[in-house]
């Protein structure tokens, strides 16, 4: 199983705090039957700025610790970029560090209050540069927890999402959990990640997410999950199922 998304670097954002926590985390993605991981360390989210060098550089250093230890965990550089209105200057001073080795596939993150106005500019323009924009969380954004379908724009234009593994087991409540079920019915989200930060409040929930995913939508939606995974690591391409509406709950009155 691959994981897309995983603050495990150590001493960086909010996710493990040392060498120690990151060897914790890899030991329980391992348990969960994880064999890679992307490290995904926040980028200009208003707390944290780890660029591409500094995170090559880490993830080296947490691959050798892991290959010492016997642990079998590899390791791939990532960030989870802040939309901001810098993307293009930070491509062109190489801070930005892309899923794939192509440079074609990149974690975006919307602030949790809200989407930006110039969310769908940026995502045109990085599209026509050959560039994928995946959402990362959606499920947990209070614009889309209001209206999910203010996701399907931008799925309908081809942009990507992810979805939390503990949002759909519920980890982060039931509203978030009810919310990610739709997106999976939709065809809004298109694969699963951990977000994981620590092996206690922010741990994997890997194995029981797509367990629940096989048990509710079938193994043919979770082989589906799965290859998306593959594919963009290799940075290959990405077939998706049309994304579809969702349909708002109708509340009937008393009378």
């Not at 992307?38 to 660029?51: M, Q």
């Not at 922010?202 to 029981?208: V, Y």
Request: aromatic fraction near 8%; glycine fraction near 6%; charge should be negative.
């Amino acid at each position: 199983m691959i994981d897309l998304h995983c603050h495990i670097l150590p001493g960086i954002d909010d996710g493990a705090k040392d060498m120690e926590d990151s060897m914790d985390m890899a030991r329980e993605a391992v348990a969960e039957g994880i064999t890679h991981i992307l490290a995904s360390p926040h980028y200009k989210n208003g707390h944290w700025d780890n660029e591409k060098q500094d995170i090559l550089s880490l993830v080296d250093e947490v691959q050798q610790e892991l290959d010492a230890r016997g642990i079998p965990l590899t390791i791939f550089p990532g960030q989870e970029v802040r939309i901001n209105g810098e993307f293009f200057e930070d491509i062109e001073e190489d801070k930005l560090q892309f899923i794939d080795e192509g440079n074609q596939y990149i974690l975006i993150e919307f602030p949790t209050p809200t989407i930006p106005q110039y969310a769908e500019t940026l995502f045109f323009e990085m599209q026509r540069e050959g560039i994928t924009p995946i959402i990362v969380h959606p499920e947990r954004n209070h614009a889309i927890l209001k209206d999910p379908n203010k996701l399907l724009s931008f799925v309908e234009k081809g942009a990507l999402a992810q979805l939390t593994a503990a949002s759909y087991t519920g980890g982060f409540g039931k509203e978030i959990q009810k919310i990610s079920k739709q997106l999976i019915e939709a065809n809004l989200v298109h694969y699963i990640a951990s977000d994981a930060h620590n092996v206690g409040s922010r741990s994997f929930h890997m194995k029981e997410a797509y367990q629940k995913l096989e048990k509710e939508f079938g193994p043919e939606k979770a082989s589906e999950y799965h290859q998306v995974t593959k594919d963009l690591i290799n940075g290959e391409p990405i077939y998706t199922a049309t994304p579809q509406p969702i349909k708002k709950a109708k509340f009937l009155g008393l009378f």
